[in-house]
């Protein structure tokens, strides 16, 4: 039980990193606060749901962005609920955070699977690449992710809402562990291991352009008999 | 148990909590740049598609993610580069 409490404090902790935990916004399964606020595991669910929906109803051979007027459609209502709410016109409800959320979070898992192929980190990162376009072409109308899949993400996540929302207020502390683990990995994924990666990435990038663009200035000549050399050498050596 | 060692040592020393402030510092500093560097490259879209650059500049480091779809949505098409003229 103390072991319970010590890892729901470490949680709690990692989710303050994100998320403002207040808890009039969180909600309360399984005889806890979920480690972040309603909006936020709506988001993080809908990446999930997002994620989990790529692999089936992704187009290969698309090279366009996801259904952009659909993902707008997706996306806004959790900008106009916020900012709504920030400006004082209404106060948001936990219902109405979590469904925001959850289109949010839908939508933009395409997307971010989408501009992360457009990033060095194309083709690098393990189960992403197999489900990344193989080229992104920004300007192409073609799909990668059509209206259609999106759609079919509307209505999965209205279905995730309901058995969310089911589960408030319950004392099974199971519903705090299903619930709150993903979204701890999720956090740690997405805020602690992909932007170092992408970071790491761009400055391999940039070191390596300038690299190769100072070794051609100084002494184009020079260069290429070398790496011939190796090249011929690597040939020799494979062909052994 | 050279690692166990530093860890509880640090932990001991308060260190490791510092060293993990910092990262955690780090992760909004990176997401930052990220954000950034998004501005910059719809400034340069939309200005190469004859549109307000700035205007989206503003618009995207406000809304964020939706703001670069609402972009992504109204920007203009390219105009088509200019084929050589053709031998004599």
Redesign the interface.
């Known amino acids: 039980m103390q072991l319970a409490d010590e890892i729901i404090n470490v949680f709690n902790f990692i989710g303050r990193?994100v998320c403002h935990q207040i808890p009039e916004r969180t909600l309360w399964i399984g005889g806890h606060y979920l480690p972040v606020c309603a909006r936020d595991t709506g988001a993080f669910f809908g990446l999930l749901l997002g994620y989990t929906l790529l692999p089936f109803l992704r187009r290969k051979e698309a090279k366009g962005?996801p259904n952009?007027?659909m993902?707008?459609a997706m996306?806004?209502p959790?900008?106009i609920d916020s900012f709504g709410q920030a400006l004082g016109f209404w106060t948001s409800t936990n219902d109405l955070r979590l469904i925001t959320g959850l289109l949010f979070g839908t939508a933009?898992a395409p997307?971010l699977i989408y501009s992360l192929s457009l990033s060095p980190l194309k083709g690098k990162i393990p189960f992403i690449k197999n489900i990344q376009p193989k080229t992104a072409v920004?300007?192409d109308k073609d799909s990668w992710f059509d209206a259609k899949a999106l759609g079919f993400g509307v209505i999965l996540s209205v279905i995730l809402f309901f058995a969310i929302r089911s589960l408030v207020g319950s004392e099974f502390s199971l519903f705090y562990w299903m619930l709150s683990i993903p979204i701890i990995v999720e956090i740690i994924l997405h805020?602690?291991v992909l932007?170092?990666l992408?970071?790491i990435a761009a400055l391999r990038k940039i070191i390596h352009s300038k690299l190769t663009s100072s070794l051609t200035k100084s002494s184009p000549n020079k260069q290429t008999p070398m790496f011939s050399f190796l090249f011929l050498k690597a040939q020799q050596v494979l062909n052994m | 148990m050279l690692l166990e060692y530093l860890i509880s040592a640090l932990i001991a020393q308060g260190e490791l909590f510092l060293g993990l402030g910092l990262l955690f510092c780090l992760i909004p500093i990176v997401w930052f740049v990220i954000a950034i560097l998004l501005c910059i490259w719809v400034y340069r879209d939309a200005e190469s598609r004859g549109m307000n650059g700035v205007l989206w500049l503003i618009i995207v480091l406000i809304a964020g993610i939706i703001g670069l779809i609402v972009y992504l949505v109204v920007r203009k098409e390219k105009a088509p580069s200019q084929a050589p003229p053709p031998p004599p």
């Open positions: 990193l962005p952009l007027y993902s707008l996306t806004l959790l900008w933009l997307l920004l300007d805020f602690f932007p170092p992408l970071l």
